[in-house]
């Protein structure tokens, strides 16, 4: 009998296990989807399906949400919901179950979320602390319909740090009197005034709210009808103060997207330096600044309620020209790598820098190029697998170089650093798969160096299987781009073309999944 009864029991384990095994597979298919092509490594993207915008980024109790825009059934934009993932330091994440779906109000556009630290809102029970979601309704059958009012603002609110969530009942909080674009709001409590303070945008400018309970709001002010790039719609809107870097001097960040209208075309994220009063923002800039000048960082907002008041900035890691078009299959778009911003006095102009946390950079890996100097007017080739999963660094003088990522296929991306012409030029046009959507690798790429450090400065370059973002001078310039190459890059020619400068201390390190 033992002999026939041990077997059974262990069948029985066996499926058993078998059984939890699947279950959890099914719930968590993450071990398959982050093996597939062009899955980023060490970037967030979802598990599946459709995502845009970052939403309700806030950390609190130790946890740092990260809510986004999303469609669950296609990889294709569809009725919006608001996805969610947590982290405790930025660039490990977990899944969490859809946050927000769409109601009788409409779907749910994007928007923030706050840490109410002293029950404003009266959610909370006592010893509690809400979280309180702000976002946009947008009902499709009112646009269909040819009205203009059919985005208006509503709130939701979590009593267990986000994992569950209840609407008002009184939604919407905002409502619209015919504006057409009437949505993305970001709200923050304003310690001088004593109210929360919102701000959204109505098509070609900023407006400016107040409150003191999250559900009642008094307009304020308007900002932007004469000022910034007016190419396209302005979306996502973010204010907060910074300290100027080396001194006690602090000064007012607008941050808006827009799309389309930025400098390599598609949607990009443009920014003001200004005051505000607790009522009203104003700016002297005479010019568009932009946060980025890759055509693949968008709708980018700041998290609330960070340790040390650091101002952390994370974006949608795409643009509107080909969004839709990537040469993805069971997911589509990725967020960028979390950033620190700051603010530098240069040259009597303020510059806003965005740079990746440190955490990033301490990422386990293998090191592939340890230290290496290319002299000037001298050329290094490195031959190395790894790179489409790699961290480069090196620090220089030359205002004159080129770096040439290539695999096997001649397949080609080029970074031009341009003394003649004070530039910074990336070329995809022959990167890889590029032909799937007509502006997507139809240019070079361009942005100004005007501003560099005199001396030696610093570029990071991080390459992931689909994109790579580069940091030059400590962020004082960035550039994000998706690349879609049909095989790994496994060579890097360095050209310095300098006649003076070298270039100094080049590593390289293949960077393991986070995943």
Not at 267 to 286: L, R, W
Not at 367 to 379: C, G, I, K, M
Request: proline share 5%; net charge negative.
């Amino acid at each position: 009998m033992r002999r026939i009864i041990l077997p059974i029991l262990v069948l029985c384990m066996f499926f058993a296990c078998k059984k939890k095994v699947e279950k959890q597979q099914r719930e968590n298919p993450i071990a398959d989807n982050y093996t597939e092509e062009y899955r980023p490594q060490f970037h967030f993207s979802p598990p599946e399906k459709w995502m845009n915008d970052p939403n309700g980024l806030v950390y609190n109790d130790g946890v740092y949400h990260l809510f986004y825009q999303y469609y669950p059934e296609d990889i294709v934009w569809g009725p919006m919901h608001w996805g969610h993932a947590i982290s405790k330091d930025l660039v490990y994440w977990e899944h969490k179950p859809i946050a927000l779906y769409p109601d009788e109000n409409g779907l749910i556009f994007s928007g923030s979320a706050v840490v109410d630290k002293n029950n404003t809102s009266g959610f909370a029970k006592e010893g509690e602390t809400p979280l309180v979601a702000i976002f946009t309704y947008h009902d499709m059958e009112g646009e269909k319909a040819g009205r203009t009012d059919f985005q208006t603002q509503g709130i939701a609110f979590s009593l267990d740090n986000g994992d569950t969530w209840v609407k008002y009942k009184d939604n919407p909080v905002i409502g619209n009197n015919g504006i057409k674009d009437f949505r993305d709001p970001k709200v923050f409590w304003h310690e001088a005034s004593e109210n929360w303070i919102l701000s959204l945008v109505a098509g070609d400018h900023a407006k400016f709210y107040s409150s003191k309970n999250l559900k009642e709001w008094k307009y304020l002010s308007d900002f932007g009808k004469t000022q910034g790039a007016h190419g396209g719609v302005w979306e996502c809107p973010d204010l907060f103060p910074l300290k100027v870097e080396g001194s006690e001097e602090e000064k007012w960040v607008l941050i808006i997207s827009i799309n389309p209208g930025a400098p390599n075309g598609g949607s990009g994220t443009q920014y003001f330096i200004g005051e505000f009063d607790g009522k009203k923002f104003v700016s002297n800039q005479k010019e568009p600044k932009w946060l980025d000048y890759g055509t693949d960082n968008y709708a980018g907002v700041t998290y609330n309620n960070v340790p040390n008041d650091d101002r952390i900035f994370i974006g949608w890691m795409s643009n509107w020209d080909y969004a839709r078009d990537t040469p993805t299959k069971k997911w589509r778009s990725a967020m960028t790598l979390p950033r620190k911003l700051s603010l530098r006095n240069i040259d009597e102009e303020y510059l806003l820098t965005n740079y990746p946390l440190k955490q990033v950079f301490e990422l386990p890996g293998e090191v592939l190029v340890e230290s290496l100097n290319v002299s000037n007017l001298a050329t290094e080739t490195i031959n190395t697998n790894g790179l489409n999963q790699s961290q480069i660094s090196f620090t220089t003088t030359s205002k004159d170089y080129r770096l040439t990522f290539k695999n096997n296929l001649d397949e080609t991306l080029e970074l031009v650093m341009d003394a003649k012409n004070n530039a910074f030029l990336l070329n995809r046009m022959e990167s890889g798969k590029v032909n799937f959507q007509a502006e997507f690798g139809n240019k070079k790429h361009f942005m100004p160096i005007t501003h560099l450090s005199q001396g030696e400065y610093e570029v990071k370059i991080l390459l992931d299987w689909s994109s790579i973002e580069i940091f030059i001078d400590k962020g004082q310039y960035a550039m994000t781009e998706q690349i879609f190459s049909n095989e790994a890059y496994n060579q890097l020619i360095i050209e310095n073309l300098d006649p003076e400068f070298s270039i100094k201390n080049v590593k390289i390190k293949r960077v393991e999944s986070v995943w």
